[in-house]
């Protein structure tokens, strides 16, 4: 009976933000902060390269705000940044392009907040002219912090009770995102004036040897060769050795002793 395959499960998009219950992203729709965390690969024509497209915005209505922001990476920062001025508030305030950038994603209810701080950018290509594929890493993600009225930046505690450093680099980016959360009617993009952020590189992934499975016999070509080239012409010695480099190239495959044959047909 043939048993069906499990399929693998698709990965989950690099580009999209912070997870979020259903009914808050449906509350977030329905007072009109239209923040959108998702990431786009797009293609340049004219100077035919690909790079990361995403949408700066949000605000606050009342207790909730919601607010994603954009910085760029050093040394080139963000290739284009374009402020959109737009009657509605609370929406996209300005559009980013650029080959790697960094996202700050912060969602308050009241005191309480979630941050989530991701770097994005391309990997290269399998071949020339293929679509690369988005890759992000998290620099901070911090759940169930406190933004209160008056204050720059939110404030996050460990399982031990102790408040959390953010790196200096990533302060502007906090507190500029924090501001827009707090913002009621926000009609701004509040990144524009932040200068490139200095990031570490990226560690890759170190090359794992061949695993060796055990119950394989591992043959050295080398002896195989020095076996056969020290075997001398002469009586037994010659035999002796042929006969050692043949076990070795090829091993022999037992046959059954004649006494337990015998005994079988009886």
Not at 20 to 40: D, F, Q, S, W, Y
Not at 181 to 187: E, K, L, S, V, Y
Request: proline share 8%.
């Amino acid at each position: 009976m043939k048993t069906k395959q499990a399929t693998p499960e698709p990965l989950r998009n690099s580009g999209l933000g912070m997870t979020m219950h259903g009914k808050v992203i449906v509350e977030l729709r329905r007072l009109g902060l239209g923040a959108r965390p998702n990431l786009t690969p797009v293609f340049q024509q004219k100077h035919k390269r690909w790079m990361i497209a995403g949408e700066e915005g949000g605000g606050c209505t009342g207790e909730i705000g919601h607010y994603i922001g954009f910085a760029g990476v050093t040394p080139e920062g963000l290739t284009v940044s374009i402020p959109i001025q737009s009657l509605i508030p609370n929406s996209t305030q300005r559009r980013v392009i650029s080959q790697e950038m960094i996202r700050a994603q912060l969602f308050r209810y009241g005191s309480s907040c979630d941050l989530l701080v991701t770097h994005h950018y391309l990997a290269p290509a399998a071949k020339e002219g293929a679509r690369p594929r988005l890759e992000r890493r998290t620099l901070f993600q911090g759940k169930n912090g406190i933004l209160a009225p008056g204050t720059k930046q939110p404030v996050f505690f460990d399982h031990a009770g102790e408040s959390v450093d953010f790196s200096k680099d990533l302060v502007p980016l906090i507190q500029a995102v924090s501001k827009g959360a707090m913002t009621p009617r926000n009609n701004r993009a509040h990144c524009i004036p932040l200068l490139p952020i200095t990031l570490p590189p990226i560690k890759k992934p170190k090359v794992e040897a061949t695993p060796v499975i055990e119950g394989e016999p591992l043959i050295d070509v080398a002896l195989v060769i020095a076996a056969t080239t020290t075997a001398t012409t002469s009586g037994k010695g010659a035999k002796r050795n042929k006969s050692a480099a043949q076990q070795i190239v090829a091993p022999q495959q037992t046959v059954a002793p004649v006494e337990v044959a015998a005994s079988s047909a009886v």
